[in-house]
T-cell receptor, first 115, second 112 residues
């Protein structure tokens, strides 16, 4: 158990719909990362938040957005869903302070199926 | 972050040591070597990381060559539960964190 929690574990929805994935980081971790894993793309970085502020963006679609709340949990919002958005979505967290290498710990993931 | 090259797949007999190689010939002086693994569709699991010295923890050992252009992850006594995809990632030290870039990894099959 990494200490990172994600809900829900599974999500089945229809095209055009909107869903919200939730992530709670490990206690003390300030940074949250979102990754997408689809069969044809592998694990891809989407976005990072550090202490409530967006820190880095990767291959995140405009239909997707995220935020990190004052209690440091994060939500990933996916809208106008398409079949190709079906994937595993992982959240990771890290301490991300200055002074040394930064290790990310991953949650169990949310499996999204768009029908 | 430097690019890494790993074999696509490897087999290992249960109880034997699994040695997983990784080439990172363009690594720079301040970049670390990280290893993660992913069992089936679970979240990637951190294994170990190092800069230039060999490292060991309860899960594995990491051997980095003197020129730092390659490394080997060693699972000393592989079990069936070590069957997974193993990712070697090279990344620098960032203030306030930084993304991980995953390649295709090595699919390790531990066989009875």
């Amino acid at each position: 158990d990494s200490g990172v929690t994600q809900t829900p574990k599974h999500l089945i929805t229809a095209t055009g719909q909107r869903v919200t994935l939730r992530c709670s980081p490990r206690s003390g971790d300030l940074s949250v990362y979102w990754y997408q894993q689809s069969l044809d793309q592998g694990l891809q970085f989407l976005i990072q938040y550090y202490n409530g502020e967006e820190r880095a963006k990767g291959n995140i679609l405009e239909r997707f957005s995220a935020q990190q709340f004052p209690d440091l949990h994060s939500e990933l919002n996916l809208s106008s869903l398409e079949l190709g958005d079906s994937a595993l979505y992982f959240c990771a967290s890290s301490v991300a302070t200055r002074g040394g290498p930064d290790t990310q710990y991953f949650g169990p993931g949310t499996r999204l199926t768009v029908l | 972050d430097a690019k890494t090259t790993q074999p696509t797949s490897m087999d290992c007999a249960e109880g034997r040591a699994a040695n997983l190689p990784c080439n990172h010939s363009t690594i720079s002086g301040n970049e670390y070597v990280y290893w993660y693994r992913q069992i089936h569709s679970q979240g990637p699991q951190y294994i170990i990381h190092g800069l230039k010295n060999n490292e060991t923890n309860e899960m594995a050992s990491l051997i980095i060559t003197e020129d730092r252009k390659s490394s080997t992850l060693i699972l000393p006594h592989a079990t069936l539960r070590d069957t997974a995809v193993y990712y070697c990632i090279v990344r620098g030290y960032y203030n306030q964190g930084g993304k991980l870039i995953f390649g295709q990894g090595t699919e390790l099959s531990v066989k009875p």
